[in-house]
């Protein structure tokens, strides 16, 4: 009769191990859901963000700054590597930028041929730098997504894929990024 009970007490600590491995990935699939939809409210946070624009003006011209909304944003949650949060989320997205002259009525004729040949011999060179994007990386499936990297991803004319960090600008999708989507 001894035995029966000790059998039965190994079943009911292996199903202890079994019900408490399933509370483990139930957590774990709760905290992925919760940083999947921390994402989520951040990217589409991002996407509401308008073009910003900025001018300045020379003693000959005024210059107008068109910059974003960023555009082919991406996101993705992974786990992480760091004991800070569970998951690690990802937004990668390129920001369209352009540049206008207006005024140039007061520029003299032979200025605006000197600048020609300048612009002329640098497409001849090519870019310094090929276009980048943006590559934000957040803590997240923790209570509040928190904003850790700010980096800005480009090739040089090499080829070579150069990643450094981002400016910490004032523009619509970094404070909607450090807000962690909600609404300021």
Request: glycine content about 8%; aromatic content about 8%.
């Amino acid at each position: 009769m001894s035995a029966r009970p000790a059998k039965l007490g190994k079943l009911t600590a292996a199903a202890g191990l079994f019900l408490l491995g399933g509370l483990s990935a139930g957590q774990e699939d709760s905290a992925k859901q919760k940083a999947v939809e921390q994402m989520r409210r951040i990217a589409n946070a991002m996407k509401q963000c308008a073009e910003e624009k900025s001018s300045y003006q020379d003693e000959c011209q005024v210059y107008t700054s068109h910059l974003g909304p960023p555009t082919n944003l991406e996101w993705d949650v992974v786990p992480a590597k760091s004991a800070r949060a569970p998951y690690l989320g990802i937004i990668e997205f390129p920001v369209p930028k352009r540049r206008e002259r207006t005024d140039v009525a007061y520029l003299k004729e032979e200025m605006a041929s000197q600048e020609l040949q300048i612009d002329a011999q640098a497409m001849r060179e090519g870019p310094m730098w090929k276009d980048g994007h943006y590559r934000f990386e957040f803590d997240v499936g923790v209570s509040k997504p928190e904003l850790v990297k700010m980096l800005w991803v480009t090739k040089d004319r090499n080829d070579k894929v150069v990643t450094s960090a981002a400016n910490d600008g004032a523009a619509c999708w970094i404070a909607k990024a450090k807000s962690g989507g909600n609404a300021e």
